[in-house]
Nanobody
Framework: QVQLVESGGGLVQPGGSLRLSCAASGNIFNIYAMGWYRQAPGKQRELVAVQTRGGNTNYLDSVKGRFTISRDNVKNTVTLQMNSLKPEDTAVYYC???????????WGQGTQVTVSA
């Protein structure tokens, strides 16, 4: 059984910062990619940031320069540092881990991020 435990969401004013964390535990090995997705009301879930085991990263264009993803391959954790937050960043953020060629893919329960004055 695999568990992804997320933390760090909340309410922040525009221009503020939040840090999301996700820890994967259980029977999980050789994680290829760890990342964060988000889903705003009425919209599809979208990839925010992902980092592969080798350190390659990919970001949603709208968050480049503001968000930074990092992972610890030993502890199986991934964090998302979000700076200069905007109201359009408001969404439920989901942690995802997957194996090579999507042999497995697990999701966290989601954490709400609200950016509002």
């Amino acid at each position: 059984q695999v568990q992804l435990v997320e933390s760090g969401g909340g309410l922040v004013q525009p221009g503020g910062s939040l840090r999301l964390s996700c820890a994967a535990s259980g029977n999980i090995f050789n994680i290829y990619a760890m990342g964060w997705y988000r889903q705003a009301p009425g919209k599809q879930r979208e990839l925010v940031a992902v980092q592969t085991r080798g350190g390659n990263t990919n970001y949603l264009d709208s968050v480049k320069g503001r968000f930074t993803i990092s992972r610890d391959n030993v502890k199986n954790t991934v964090t998302l540092q979000m700076n200069s937050l905007k109201p359009e960043d408001t969404a439920v953020y989901y942690c995802n881990v997957r194996g090579t060629n999507y042999q497995y893919s697990y999701w966290g329960q989601g954490t709400q991020v609200t950016v509002s004055a």
